[in-house]
Structure formats: structure tokens, C-alpha cells
């Protein structure tokens, strides 16, 4: 299909997209890699009157070290985010996650801000990035402030950005040498994930958050209660759908769902070494 009429324009800079979008308001959104917004936009999902591309804004596509976290640009490509030595070394789950991300096509042109603002609760970034307990950055016309993770995804492809707002930063704490895993299942390699989890342990503790279990990107916090209670990971995974609201669609039912989340968990669990 074709899409709606828009107007476009280039952004220079974070604070002229940030303008752009408080002249037009909700009628404008943000063009990145483009690979959500666009499809959308053909299905006449998204109808803007204004594309502010901000794909050259070269000053948000970094990774660095932060001192006790890694501070990832919110427009640094996926394929970036897969190959970085920092990320392997400090918080090997996040570079691992991206390199599971839709294909190479898809990796070397989306970013990572696109796919954390875009609030897909079938993406797997958003919880890689919520299992890590990470925190991301807003700026707006009245400056920049910070987002628990857990409180950025508000509902199904919505988020806690202001219309005026665009996501800068991403940061995400250190985790060198914990236990991590990430479980996926789809159909093809480059689907979308049916039912996908991901476990770390961070600060003594670990944290599990599950893809495609409800209309945002959760906390498994069920499971993540039972292992500090003591529980094994195989018992403490057979309460991974507690909480949920599994979706229905062609690929799966509910109940389907909610078998894999456990199965799923449990093998994310022990891959990551998690054992009581």
C-alpha cells in the first residue's frame, strides 16, 4: 500500500528535531532506521502529516563508558550494537539481544532508540534493556530528564515520551561477567519473537523479562520473586505467565504463550547459571 500524504524534513541537530516537533505536535513523528514506522505508516496505522528524519543526527549514534554504566546513543544502529567490544565486555546480553534483531538488512539500518520508542512488546530490545534495569534519557524543549525502563512502555506501541520529546540516550548498568541468556522462538530467524525471554543477574539478584506476553514489555516478577525466595529455576519458572496477558493472533493462542514463557524461562535461567 502507499502511504498518506506527509510532509518531510531533516533534522540537523536533536534540538532542531525537538523544535520541529513542538511546532506540529502529534501530527509529526521521527524517522530513524524506519523500519517500524514505515510499514505502519503503509498500513495507514500511522497517518503523520510531518516525517522529521533525524537519521543523520550523528552526534546520538555512540557507545560509552559511563563509569558504572554504558551509555548507548539512541540512533546507533543494531549491527553497532552486535559487534562492540565495550558491550561484550561490560553487558554482553544488550549486544547479543541486537544481533537477534530481524536481519542484516534490519541491523545495519535500525537503531536502537527507534526500536525502545516504538514500545513493541514483540521486540526484543526493550527487554533485553528492561531485564538489565536500564534507564532512558528524554529530551525536550524544557531539557532532558530520565526513565526507569520499567516505567518508559506504557501500552501497545505507546510510551512515556511527551509528543515534544525524542529518546537521546540509553543506559544500562555494568554487568561483567553475570549470568545472562536470551531465549527466543519464532518461526522463521528473522520473525518477530512468538514468545522471547530474557534473564541476567544483576546486583545478586536476577531479573527475567519476557517478549510478547501482554501489551508492553514486562518483568517476569513472579519468577524473579521465586528465586529470591530460594526457589529452583525450573520451579521458579513455572510462574513465568503469572501477571501476563498473553496475546492471541495466527501464531499462537494464549495458552500457547504462556507454556512457552515457562519453557522459555527455564532455559534462559539455567543457560545463565541460575540454579537456586
Same mark, same amino acid.
Given at each position: ?20 516537533? /513542538? ?12 523500519? =517500524? ?5 503503509? &498500513? ?28 548507548? @546513543? ?24 541486537? @544481533?537477534?534483531?530481524?536481519? +542484516? ?7 536502537? #532508540? ?11 530490545? +526493550? ?5 538489565? /534495569? ?8 524544557? #531539557? ?14 505507546? =510510551? ?6 525524542? &529518546?537521546?540516550?540509553?543506559?544500562? +548498568? ?15 530467524? *528473522? ?13 545478586? @539478584? ?14 517476569? =516478577?513472579?519468577?524473579? $520473586? $521465586?528465586?529470591?525466595?530460594?526457589? =529452583? ?5 513455572? *510462574? %513465568?505467565?503469572?501477571?501476563?496477558? %498473553? ?12 507454556? &512457552?514463557?515457562?519453557? &522459555?524461562?527455564?532455559? !534462559?535461567?539455567? !543457560?545463565? #547459571?541460575?540454579? $537456586?
Amino acid at each position: 500500500m502507499i502511504p498518506a500524504a506527509f510532509d518531510y524534513v531533516r533534522a540537523g541537530s536533536a534540538e532542531e528535531a525537538i523544535a520541529l516537533l /513542538g511546532e506540529h505536535g502529534d501530527e509529526a513523528k521521527l524517522l530513524a532506521g524506519g523500519h =517500524s514506522l514505515l510499514p505502519m505508516m503503509k &498500513l495507514r496505522l500511522a497517518v503523520p502529516s510531518v516525517l522529521v528524519d533525524i537519521g543523520r543526527v550523528g552526534d546520538l549514534s555512540y557507545i560509552t563508558d559511563g563509569g558504572d554504566h554504558i551509555a548507548v @546513543g539512541a540512533l546507533t544502529r543494531h549491527r553497532a550494537l552486535e559487534t562492540s567490544d565495550l558491550l561484550a565486555a561490560e553487558c554482553p546480553l544488550l549486544g547479543h539481544v541486537a @544481533g537477534e534483531v530481524g536481519d +542484516p538488512q534490519v541491523r545495519h539500518r535500525g537503531t536502537i #532508540g527507534g526500536s525502545l520508542a516504538h514500545s513493541d512488546p514483540a521486540s526484543d530490545l +526493550p527487554a533485553a534493556v528492561l531485564a538489565l /534495569g536500564g534507564t532512558l534519557v528524554a529530551q525536550g524543549p524544557n #531539557g532532558s530528564r530520565e526513565i526507569a525502563a520499567g516505567d518508559f512502555f506504557t501500552g501497545y506501541f505507546e =510510551s512515556a515520551l511527551a509528543d515534544d520529546e525524542m &529518546l537521546t540516550e540509553i543506559r544500562v +548498568p555494568k554487568a561483567p561477567g553475570a549470568g545472562w541468556n536470551y531465549q527466543k522462538f519464532n518461526r522463521r530467524a *528473522q520473525d518477530w519473537a512468538i514468545v522471547g525471554a530474557a534473564a541476567v543477574t544483576v546486583n545478586g @539478584g536476577t531479573n527475567v523479562a519476557l517478549v510478547n506476553m501482554g501489551s508492553v514489555p514486562l518483568r517476569a =516478577s513472579a519468577v524473579e $520473586a $521465586a528465586l529470591a525466595g530460594g526457589a =529452583s529455576a525450573a520451579d521458579a519458572a513455572e *510462574q %513465568a505467565a503469572e501477571g501476563t496477558n %498473553a496475546p492471541t493472533d495466527l501464531n499462537a493462542t494464549p495458552d500457547y504463550r504462556n507454556h &512457552l514463557a515457562r519453557v &522459555l524461562t527455564r532455559r !534462559a535461567l539455567e !543457560a545463565a #547459571g541460575v540454579s $537456586a
